[in-house]
């Protein structure tokens, strides 16, 4: 019997929810709380308005850091993949950003520019960085030479040589660093707002640990991934589709 694959998803839930179930039933144990349990704490905390405000500051942290972090990191990567020269100088200083720890990253900001919210930023959008550039630094190296020269011929300025001709091709991979990126800075934003920040979720989640209160991290962390789910299938999947259709 074959399973309508939009049924898939929902059934695709249901089984985690039920190895959940399974394993705190049998684990029986505060420190795996089942399902039901989290949800009344879920619950609890968003009619507080706690959970909704520390998600609000982490997701405006989120926003700046990661539009910072886009602009700079696509600018740079097609200048380099445009440029060998430049490509060749940098190539050290990406590798070296690539292998610095982000909590090395962060401390230091905080150490150099104090406990405050433009270092914490900072601290996120240069763990980021290098990664878009990288990504987009490679799409660039695989433009279409004979489209360029098309629109050389055609006498296209820059900005249109950009927006019909580069961007188009630059869009898988700017998509892929769109998704990995806000799959990185979340996690990246959590650390710093455990060492200096006194809101968002890192900071809750720091204070639900040193009270070993599972059912509380277990929620805020629920929430702070449904939200990123929800904005993949609102926001990212409907500009990748409406970007793809020149493709068809």
């Not at 982490?58 to 097609?78: D, N």
């Not at 950009?162 to 961007?167: D, Q």
């Not at 629920?222 to 990212?236: G, N």
Request: glycine residues 6%.
């Amino acid at each position: 019997m074959t399973i309508p694959k939009h049924f898939l998803p929902a059934l695709s839930a249901l089984a985690f929810l039920g190895l959940w179930q399974g394993l705190a039933v049998s684990v029986d144990s505060n420190t795996l709380p089942t399902p039901s349990v989290v949800a009344k704490v879920f619950w609890l905390a968003c009619v507080s308005g706690q959970l909704p405000l520390h998600l609000g500051v982490t997701l405006l942290r989120l926003l700046v850091s990661f539009t910072v972090a886009m602009c700079l990191g696509c600018a740079i990567g097609i200048v380099l993949g445009r440029n060998k020269q430049l490509d060749a100088f940098f190539d050290n200083w990406l590798v070296i950003f690539l292998n610095v720890p982000a909590l090395v990253t962060i401390i230091l900001c905080y150490v150099w520019f104090g406990l405050v919210e433009s270092a914490a930023i900072l601290a996120v959008v240069i763990n980021k960085l290098p990664n878009v550039v990288v990504t987009i630094r490679e799409g660039t190296r695989m433009l279409d030479q004979d489209l360029l020269d098309m629109a050389r011929s055609f006498r296209f300025g820059r900005r249109k040589t950009l927006v019909h001709v580069i961007w188009p091709q630059l869009h898988p991979y700017l998509m892929a660093a769109t998704r990995s990126g806000l799959a990185l800075i979340w996690k990246i934003i959590l650390v710093v707002e455990l060492l200096g920040r006194s809101n968002g979720m890192g900071y809750q989640l720091h204070l639900f640990f040193q009270l070993f209160d599972v059912a509380s991290i277990l929620a805020y962390t629920i929430a702070f991934v449904t939200v990123i789910q929800l904005l993949e299938w609102w926001v990212l999947r409907p500009l990748d589709h409406k970007a793809q259709r020149w493709r068809r």
